[in-house]
């Protein structure tokens, strides 16, 4: 689940990682909804240097997460080729 995009970062010093709201186990479409929110928050005027901050960490971790998975994918896909029909769908290889 993820947290809330306003909650306060570690303080200086501490040994927990910084607060990237959970994207690690979001699925492409929760990061994908993630970034969409982050992004719009991060255009409200009335925030201060910090909060923009680790508001444009948090979306970098869920663009970085929606990129993750795409290659992923990409990397599934399987690719027919109209030429020989008769042959099986091979891996796509860019």
Do not use: I
Not at 54 to 74: I, T
Not at 80 to 91: A, H, I, K, V
Request: glycine share 4%; aromatic share 6%; net charge negative.
């Amino acid at each position: 689940m993820a947290r809330n995009p306003r909650s306060a970062p570690p303080p200086k010093g501490s040994s927990q990682p910084p607060d990237d709201g959970g994207a690690a186990e979001l699925s492409y479409r929760q990061a994908q909804t993630a970034l969409e929110l982050t992004l719009s928050e991060l255009q409200t005027h009335d925030l201060d240097v910090e909060a923009m901050a680790s508001l444009y960490r948090r979306a970098q971790a869920y663009a970085d997460r929606c990129e993750a998975l795409l290659g992923k994918v990409e990397q599934e896909v399987m690719q027919w080729d109209p030429e020989n029909p008769d042959l099986p769908p091979q891996t796509f290889l860019p």
